[in-house]
């Protein structure tokens, strides 16, 4: 089945898809057991020293090799079978409890090249070499550790509570989701079908626009599509006093600016979202001299394939007629990185999250929310044959904080920021329970 095929098939079922709040909260979903929230209480010293461990010692994309044994020790104590080494650095950790589906909740364990400016007391004071040699800081800067923790509160729920569900419950440690390719280097590792093959796939991340503890979600297609576009514009060289002897290509790189923002605004339906990000251009040396070529990197998020392939063919067709127009001696070099796809909520699983969740959490703490333009490469596993997979939003900000922010008009750090520090214990309390009662939702006890 074709990307777009799936997209059509996918909006067609949630075409029919109405008022899942509504319907949750007249189905008076069931609380979790009366022992889980003693059983969490207890748990959540272990729970925080975790995450504050893993905070001070933050871990790369495809390096994130204290970090996974880390969560591979800690769930094997648990009773679940752990294959480690899984493209790489990426975790495996089965736990088989009688006849029933198997789910899979995913977390991600890499860190970000940001310099953390929290003034948190186990703040992160990390410097690695990245792939260039270069000498970067590292941060947890996007609330992976948050994750990771709230996965072993919730590993750790569901193995001590193992006659209140039936079925295989399948862990994940995930590598590298910052650089949207550590599902698809697991899936290629043979992670479906090494592995058991999941009927559903589960995954949360923090939120930086929603109170602490807020789960949010959205149905249908909710994280854009990602690809990087990287074009060199070819000119001549030249003396900056003589402009008309060169072609120059700094000139070219800002029309192909401007015209690149057109595709978005006069070449896309309003309705089928596209953003076009010019991030990076380096050209030049100095101020008399005209360079040969300039260098622009371009990030592209869309939600429907066929929208995707054409914005990145019309780039190039911009690209080409600028430097045409100009008189450049050639085309310019467009190269497409190929990114992730965009995150699809499967319809039905929501509106029976919703229903699970309300009850775990209060319904007061379940809220819907918009798409996203940003991208996350957990959308590798939902588009698998036979997977239904569901990406939920936390609320990570203290509520008097957020509000007094509104009121000012002041926008506070969000994820990806240095000063980004998500109001852990709410938070994080909040994602486990709404993860295990889905979790026990999703896979009942037989008989």
């Known amino acids: 089945m074709t990307p777009s095929s799936i997209f059509r098939r996918r909006a067609l079922c949630a075409a029919g898809f109405v008022s899942l709040a509504a319907v949750a909260a007249s189905a008076g979903a069931a609380p979790l057991p009366a022992p889980f929230a ?8 272990a729970i925080e020293s975790l995450y ?3 905070h001070r010692n933050p871990e790369l994309g495809f390096q994130e090799h204290q970090t996974s044994a880390k969560l591979a020790e800690r769930v094997k104590a648990l009773g679940y079978e752990v ?5 790489g650095t990426g975790i495996v950790a089965i736990l088989k409890n009688g006849p029933g589906p198997t789910v899979m909740l995913r977390t991600e364990m890499d860190a970000l090249p940001v310099q953390e400016k929290t003034g948190l007391p186990f703040a992160s004071k990390v410097t690695v070499k990245n792939a260039a040699g270069e000498t970067v800081s590292v941060a ?7 994750h990771m923790s709230a996965w072993y509160g919730t590993a750790k729920l569901m193995s001590d509570n193992r006659k209140n569900w039936s079925g295989t419950l399948m862990l994940i440690g995930q590598p590298s989701e910052e650089t949207v390719h550590g599902a698809e280097a697991m899936l290629k590792d043979g992670l479906f079908t090494r592995f058991p093959k999941p009927d559903y796939a589960l995954s949360m991340h ?14 249908g297609a909710f994280r854009a599509s990602s690809d990087v576009v990287n074009i060199t514009v070819f000119g001549q060289g030249g003396h900056g006093a003589v402009p008309h002897e060169a072609r120059d290509p700094i000139v070219i790189a800002a029309r192909l600016v401007m015209a690149l923002q057109t595709l978005v605004s006069r070449e896309n339906n309003p309705i089928d979202p596209v953003v076009i990000t010019i991030g990076s251009i380096h050209g030049g040396t100095q101020a008399n001299i005209i360079p040969d070529q300039v260098k622009l990197s371009l990030s592209v998020r869309t939600f429907k394939p066929e929208v995707r392939k054409r914005v990145l063919a019309s780039i190039a067709r911009e690209a080409r007629g600028e430097a045409m127009a100009a008189g450049a001696p050639k085309e310019p070099l467009v190269q497409v990185e190929p990114g992730t796809d965009s995150v699809y909520n499967d319809p039905a699983l929501i509106e029976r999250m919703v229903k699970a969740v309300q009850g775990a959490v209060g319904p007061e703490f379940v809220k819907e929310m918009p798409p996203k333009m940003t991208s996350e490469d957990f959308s590798q596993y939902g588009m698998q044959p036979g997977v239904k997979a569901i990406l939920l939003h936390v609320g990570a900000v203290d509520a008097k904080r957020l509000e007094a922010a509104k009121q000012a008009g002041q926008p506070l750090p969000g994820t990806h920021s240095p000063q980004w520090a998500p109001d852990f214990k709410p938070t994080v309390v909040n994602t486990i329970k709404a993860e295990t009662a889905i979790l026990l939702d999703l896979m009942p006890p037989k008989g």
């Not at 947890?140 to 948050?146: M, V």
């Not at 923090?206 to 149905?219: E, L, W």
């Open 206 to 219: 923090d939120d930086a626009t929603m109170p602490s503890g807020t789960i949010m979600y959205h149905a």
């Open 38 to 45: 003693a059983q969490l209480n207890a748990n959540y010293p």
């Open 83 to 87: 294959t480690t080494g899984v493209a």
């Open 140 to 146: 947890q800067a996007c609330g992976h550790d948050l």
């Open 52 to 54: 504050q461990d893993l």
